[in-house]
């Protein structure tokens, strides 16, 4: 019984720790990846480097195209967008 009691502020301070901090941040890692699934061509973006751009071409492999000035293209890990600035509505399918 007094072993229990010993470990109890350690179970205490896990379950708040839990609560706090790594739930908050699971929660952040779920609707970031949301947001980068969700990119279409057209949507305007800021890198975690802080470029902003349209996106002009949404690829496979985990890459976007984006066009940061006329003419001027750049390859972006779509893991690096931290911001959608506006969205595009999606076309109508006739």
Request: glycine residues 8%.
């Amino acid at each position: 019984m007094d072993a229990i009691g010993q470990f109890l502020p350690l179970i205490l301070i896990f379950a708040i720790m839990y609560f706090l901090l790594i739930r908050p941040q699971q929660k952040k890692v779920k609707e970031h990846q949301g947001m980068v699934e969700a990119l279409r061509r057209g949507d305007q973006v800021v890198t975690q480097g802080g470029v902003i751009g349209k996106v002009v071409k949404v690829k496979d492999d985990g890459e976007i195209e984006v066009e940061i000035a006329e003419g001027v293209k750049v390859r972006v890990v779509k893991s690096t967008v931290a911001q959608v600035l506006s969205k595009t509505e999606p076309a109508a399918n006739s």
